[in-house]
């Protein structure tokens, strides 16, 4: 294809990649030009003025407390997304923050576990199709017999799973059982022990965090009874990952419940290389706090308000320790 002029050529190589949001192989491919020569034209469109950059404070403001969060609770990775002023729009919002910043991290080979929740479901639903190769997707724990895709491992892993052209490896039992003795032999049954296993091999592992407060999802959608909730919060439970409940120093609290779980302990998430927690909410920051103390977190996403009352509360409590 030929072009009038280099400027011609200029000017359609910076609006098919900043106005459509082409990526730069899409343009070499439309153009039928190399990579290299697209990266030059794109920065001689900026040179050139024809292109500004235009940052905003806003989300300069959201990348100095991102790495505030790293520096305070060892992170390898953090971002903070702006909180947007309707507050029913944040878990949308997260979702996005998340998707992208998966998108980003996954790549040929690689193992990712999947846990629960209705802000992973956002997530999930935001995902764009990637061409991976080689990508195994696998629950981090049981499924659940009620209609609740929100809530429900089996319905996110396998959204995860389609984005990413990747195959998805189910755990075939429910999240929770009445018996302790049924949860014993499910976890030695090859069904369910060669997946967590898979689990505990992952590269990456997505997850959500629970809190015990009124508007607890698991307390919500009858998962767990009012009586169970206020016995797990007399114990001083603030949160729980996988149905795995913790204070708010991070250190596992002892419930009957931890007897009903198919799935991984509170231990094994903390040995995944990556862990990412996609999480925020004034109702969830103490829940945050408590899995940042407690070492099962290695990268976050959250918004900028959840962000800086994290940062708040740790410096505030640390100094009347």
């Known amino acids: ?67 505030d969060l790293k520096a305070t609770f060892g992170l390898k990775d953090a971002v903070v997304a702006p909180t947007p002023s309707n507050a029913d729009n944040l878990k949308e919002t997260l979702g996005k923050a998340g998707a992208l910043y998966l998108q980003r991290t996954l790549a040929d080979g690689m193992t990712i576990a999947t846990a629960w929740g209705t802000t992973l479901l956002e997530v999930a639903r935001a995902l764009q199709p990637q061409k991976l190769t080689s990508v195994s997707v696998v629950m981090m724990l049981g499924g659940l017999s009620r209609n609740l895709p929100a809530l429900n491992p089996n319905d996110i892993a396998r959204r995860v799973a389609e984005s990413v052209n990747g195959r998805m490896f189910s755990l075939f039992a ?55 909730m206020q016995a797990l919060q007399a114990k001083g439970a603030v949160g729980d990952i996988l149905a795995r409940f913790f204070d708010a120093d991070g250190q596992p609290v002892d419930s009957a419940l931890n007897g009903r779980v198919v799935g991984l302990e509170l231990e094994e998430v903390r040995r995944i290389p990556t862990t990412v927690l ?44």
């Open 174 to 228: 429910p999240a929770l059982v009445d018996d302790p003795k049924l949860r014993d032999l499910l976890m030695s049954d090859s069904n369910v022990k060669a997946p967590l296993d898979l689990v505990r091999a992952s590269q990456v592992a997505l997850i959500g965090v629970g809190t015990t407060g009124p508007n607890a999802t698991l307390l919500e959608t009858g998962v767990l009874s009012d009586f169970e």
């Open 278 to 321: 996609v999480a925020g909410g004034e109702s969830k920051v103490r829940a945050i706090l408590g899995a940042l103390r407690g070492g099962y977190v290695t990268n976050v996403i959250t918004d900028e308000a959840s962000a800086r009352r994290l940062l708040e509360l740790e410096r505030s409590e640390a100094v009347a320790k």
């Open 1 to 67: 294809m030929e072009y009038s002029s280099e400027r011609d050529l200029l000017m359609r190589v910076a609006w098919m990649y900043h106005v459509e949001g082409r990526t730069q192989e899409a343009v070499a491919a439309a153009f039928q030009i190399s990579r290299a020569r697209v990266i030059r034209l794109l920065q001689q469109a900026v040179e050139d003025g024809l292109v500004r950059v235009h940052l905003s404070g806003e989300h300069f403001n959201c990348v100095e407390v991102a790495e």
